[in-house]
């Protein structure tokens, strides 16, 4: 794998092609050549004397053969046909060192790449290519180095795009902000494809959203059927929030780019897309088609996008469904938080205020339970969970005639009560516990005297409490 990355880079650098060797006179012979190696005649030797003869001492056309061989990943041949080149041209052809360089790149012998290529700098100073692969190949060491030696390009050609080269190798060594700050300084107009795409990613990938679209769009002004520029509109205009202009590039990459290959993260960004558009159902569609692809291959990547469309149904207000899939999602998660199951009690909540009777009991009573494990299991939220138990009680018993709510309001007031300092939200909660309690013993059991003790512990915290301040003048 090491070696395809060495050479993938080099191989896309438009205007380096080293096929370009063979554009002359001679091509006849080359185009020979490659039939002969493709055939994979048991005479191989024998068929390639004559034209190794024919062309002995010409270096470019043997630097071609070389690379037809390498083409095939028959490195020896390659390396043989280099070394012929070498020796036709008195060890000045650049060429020849770089193929040499790419042999040792595929055979995974990294320094012995760079040194091959540092060879053909120094026997054309003014090749870009040279520099490149060189750098492509140091990068593994240190980026920063590769860099360097590409900056040394830029004194010998002032013409070439240093700087969107350099933006490349610290695009590949995932040091996104070091590649857009190389990219920034390059003009836009000259680079090739593959750096406005890599530019736009590393935008995107450091959630410069604003950037990335800008730069997509500027892409597609050059090539507006190509696949990464659309993505990248498309998953930008997302972010942005800007869901029909999404929904939009969305339709480009998929019905109007060339070559475009789709994985589960298209149709994720499409169904976020529709439902940040208010189209659950169609947002659902893409949600399910994610979950089919291929490249859907773990539960994290499950999970994700289960969770959205456990949102998707939510959005439509289908309960069953938005619990059904959330508890998947759970599922396939390592460690469920504590949000995670609040989110959970809090969609049996949701579904309860739709529905009545019976019904409506069990799905308060579902909540009820939830919030009890998530108390259970999480250090630190037994006094959300109690909160939120004592309000699903009180949702099951109105009228507090049956004083399902009591307990938890008591075990809130044994939480909160004997705290100095309260923040908003715990004085919040112990009023709200107060009141339950003044009101339950008040009215429900007549007990004025319980009653009057909870009014006096209300006005300790809200002085101007008109509800306990008439409890405490009853007699």
Do not use: C, W
């Not at 395809?4 to 896309?12: D, E, P």
């Not at 490149?132 to 830029?154: D, T």
């Not at 019976?358 to 259970?376: M, N, R, V």
């Not at 709510?405 to 075990?411: G, Q």
Request: no cysteine; aromatic share 12%.
């Amino acid at each position: 794998m090491k070696a395809i990355k060495y050479l993938f880079t080099a191989a896309l650098l438009a205007g380096f092609s080293t096929a370009a060797l063979a554009q002359d006179g001679s091509k006849a012979d080359v185009d020979a050549v490659k039939k002969i190696i493709s055939s994979k005649p048991a005479d191989l030797d024998k068929q390639m004397k004559p034209f190794y003869k024919a062309n002995r001492k010409n270096a470019e056309n043997l630097v071609a053969f070389g690379r037809e061989f390498l083409a095939v990943k028959d490195t020896a041949n390659a390396k043989t046909y280099a070394n012929y080149a070498l020796e036709a041209s008195k060890n000045k052809s650049s060429a020849a060192f770089l193929l040499l360089g790419d042999v040792e790149a595929i055979s995974d012998n990294g320094g012995g790449a760079a040194a091959q290529y540092e060879q053909a700098i120094y026997v054309d100073p003014k090749n870009p290519e040279a520099y490149y692969k060189y750098a492509n190949v140091y990068r593994k060491i240190s980026p920063s180095g590769a860099v360097a030696k590409l900056n040394e390009l830029r004194q010998q050609r002032p013409d070439i795009a240093v700087d969107a080269l350099a933006g490349r190798i610290y695009y590949m060594s995932n040091e996104f902000d070091k590649a857009l700050a190389a990219y920034d300084k390059a003009d836009k107009n000259l680079m090739e494809e593959r750096d406005l795409s890599d530019y736009a990613m590393a935008a995107f990938f450091k959630a410069q959203n604003q950037k990335s679209l800008d730069i997509a769009k500027f892409g597609l002004t050059k090539k507006p059927r190509h696949a990464a520029f659309n993505r990248l509109a498309f998953f930008n205009s997302t972010e942005l929030k800007n869901y029909d202009d999404a929904l939009m590039y969305a339709d480009r990459l998929f019905n109007q780019s060339d070559s475009a290959k789709f994985s589960y993260y298209d149709y994720t960004y499409y169904g976020n897309a529709l439902s940040g558009a208010k189209q659950p159902e169609k947002a659902i569609e893409m949600y399910q088609k994610a979950l089919q692809q291929e490249d859907m291959d773990n539960k994290a990547k499950r999970a994700g996008v289960i969770k959205q469309l456990s949102d998707a149904y939510r959005e439509k207000e289908d309960y069953p469904n938005a619990i059904k899939f959330y508890k998947e999602y759970l599922d396939n998660i390592e460690k469920p938080s504590a949000n995670d199951m609040a989110f959970l009690a809090g969609l049996y909540m949701q579904q309860g205020s739709t529905l009545s009777g019976d019904a409506q009991a069990e799905a308060f009573k579902q909540a009820d339970a939830t919030y009890a494990t998530l108390a259970e299991k999480f250090d630190g939220a037994a006094e959300y969970a109690t909160f939120m138990r004592a309000r699903v009680n009180g949702q099951m018993d109105p009228d507090q005639s049956k004083g399902l709510a009591k307990p938890f309001y008591e075990k809130l007031v044994e939480l909160i009560g004997p705290k100095t300092e309260l923040d908003a939200t715990e004085k919040a909660r112990l009023k709200e516990s107060y009141h339950y309690l003044i009101s339950y013993f008040f009215i429900q059991k007549d007990d004025k005297v319980t009653a009057k003790e909870y009014a006096a512990k209300m006005l300790t915290i809200d002085p101007e409490n008109e509800i306990a301040k008439q409890v405490m003048e009853t007699k």
